[in-house]
């Protein structure tokens, strides 16, 4: 299992970095690929817990908003939104009235937000990459999301006893978020003053931000992941799927990092004064 999980992360780090590097519709292509695969696993299990939902639409609705958000921001994103709420709608009225599925209109509420959490949260990824010096801000933002959940796991594994949410995640413990809170915040002390270095002297890139907006993404990027939990919990699942060996799902890997988009986004926006 350790294999498998170091061998996929040895894959994929050099690859992340490359693409993220890269910008522009490499970058939002790949993010939409991951809102598709992880709106995909939604459906799958919200299938097995009796909802009637797409598995085919669900990933090209997610996909489809983080496309329309790079080809006209927030105003394509809400168009897309806004096809989605009508699209989806009128296909469930139709399952409802010649199919006789009496459930529908839940049907209608899980298709919706397996489409708008997975594809709308996930536009904010290509947000934050595009806002100046965005390549350094969402290489400290989601690093720090990850380092916070390493540090969170290893800590609360050595010296976790007072858990954190029994019945969402009964391996979390308060001691295991603590520890989160100080490698959040030291991950991004220590990222933004390298990246501040390769982002130049006129950068409004520091440590001290850096910190800042690493203790907010492992204060607040875990509800990510209980958030799933609590889909996997009704379920009745492990992990999302099994795309990534040693990892689960894609959406087992991008739970907080849905979060830490959407919240490094408004952080940095406040601190450009935007």
């Given at each position: 299992?350790l294999a498998s999980r170091l061998l996929v992360a040895i894959v994929l780090l050099p690859l992340g970095a490359w693409v993220i590097a890269?910008?522009?519709?490499?970058?939002?292509?790949?993010?939409?690929?991951?809102?598709?695969?992880?709106?995909?696993?939604?459906?799958?299990?919200?299938?097995?817990?009796?909802?009637?939902?797409?598995?085919?639409?669900?990933?090209?609705?997610?996909?489809?908003?983080?496309?329309?958000?790079?080809?006209?921001?927030?105003?394509?994103?809400?168009?897309?939104?806004?096809?989605?709420?009508?699209?989806?709608?009128?296909?469930?009225?139709?399952?409802?009235?010649?199919?006789?599925?009496?459930?529908?209109?839940?049907?209608?509420?899980?298709?919706?937000?397996?489409?708008?959490?997975?594809?709308?949260?996930?536009?904010?990824m290509v947000a934050l990459r595009n806002l100046p010096e965005g390549k350094w801000w969402f290489l400290i933002a989601l690093p720090?999301?990850?380092?916070?959940?390493?540090?969170?796991?290893?800590?609360?594994?050595?010296?976790?006893?007072?858990?954190?949410?029994?019945?969402?995640?009964?391996?979390?413990?308060?001691?295991?978020?603590?520890?989160?809170?100080?490698?959040?915040?030291?991950?991004?002390?220590?990222?933004?003053?390298?990246?501040?270095?390769?982002?130049?002297?006129?950068?409004?890139?520091?440590?001290?931000?850096?910190?800042?907006?690493?203790?907010?993404?492992?204060?607040?990027?875990?509800?990510?992941?209980?958030?799933?939990?609590?889909?996997?919990?009704?379920?009745?699942?492990?992990?999302?799927?099994?795309?990534?060996?040693?990892?689960?799902?894609?959406?087992?890997?991008?739970?907080?990092?849905?979060?830490?988009?959407?919240?490094?986004?408004?952080?940095?926006?406040?601190?450009?004064?935007?």
């Open positions: 299992m890269l910008g522009g519709f490499p970058f939002t292509a790949v993010v939409a690929a991951m809102s598709a695969l992880a709106a995909w696993e939604v459906a799958r299990m919200l299938r097995k817990a009796g909802f009637r939902v797409s598995e085919l639409g669900m990933p090209l609705g997610a996909a489809l908003v983080v496309i329309a958000f790079y080809l006209q921001r927030h105003e394509g994103a809400a168009f897309a939104l806004t096809f989605i709420l009508l699209g989806s709608m009128t296909l469930h009225l139709f399952d409802f009235e010649q199919r006789g599925r009496q459930q529908a209109a839940t049907d209608y509420a899980a298709s919706v937000m397996g489409m708008v959490y997975c594809g709308w949260l996930a536009s904010y720090s999301v990850w380092l916070a959940d390493s540090g969170a796991y290893l800590i609360g594994r050595r010296w976790g006893k007072h858990l954190f949410a029994p019945r969402l995640s009964p391996h979390k413990t308060w001691e295991g978020y603590i520890g989160g809170l100080m490698s959040g915040a030291l991950s991004g002390w220590v990222l933004a003053a390298l990246w501040g270095f390769g982002a130049g002297p006129e950068s409004v890139i520091v440590p001290w931000k850096g910190a800042i907006l690493g203790l907010l993404l492992a204060a607040l990027t875990p509800l990510g992941d209980l958030g799933e939990s609590m889909i996997k919990r009704q379920v009745g699942v492990k992990d999302s799927g099994y795309i990534l060996p040693g990892h689960g799902g894609i959406f087992d890997r991008i739970d907080s990092w849905l979060w830490g988009g959407v919240l490094g986004y408004y952080l940095v926006l406040w601190w450009l004064g935007r």
